[in-house]
């Protein structure tokens, strides 16, 4: 699932900086309350597995197309 998210974020040029933002935001929190680790875990989950099921739909959209 990570990879297929890391692949779909390559595809947009302006996402590794949003990415990169994102994480480094996440990283500045877990070190100063690494409490924070588990509460971030639930939706960085979330959104990759996002990603991965519309990569999915959008891959059978355009099976069923042609």
């Known amino acids: 699932a990570l990879r297929t998210a890391a692949h779909l974020a390559?595809?947009?040029?302006?996402?590794l900086p949003l990415v990169v933002a994102a994480l480094a935001s996440v990283a500045?929190?877990?070190a100063a309350i690494p409490a924070f680790a588990g509460f971030?875990?639930?939706?960085?989950a979330y959104?990759?597995?996002?990603?991965?099921v519309r990569?999915?739909?959008r891959d059978r959209a355009a099976e069923a197309v042609r």
């Open 28 to 30: 500045a929190l877990v």
């Open 40 to 44: 971030m875990a639930g939706p960085l």
């Open 55 to 57: 990569a999915a739909r």
């Open 47 to 52: 959104a990759v597995s996002v990603t991965v």
């Open 10 to 15: 390559g595809a947009v040029p302006g996402t």
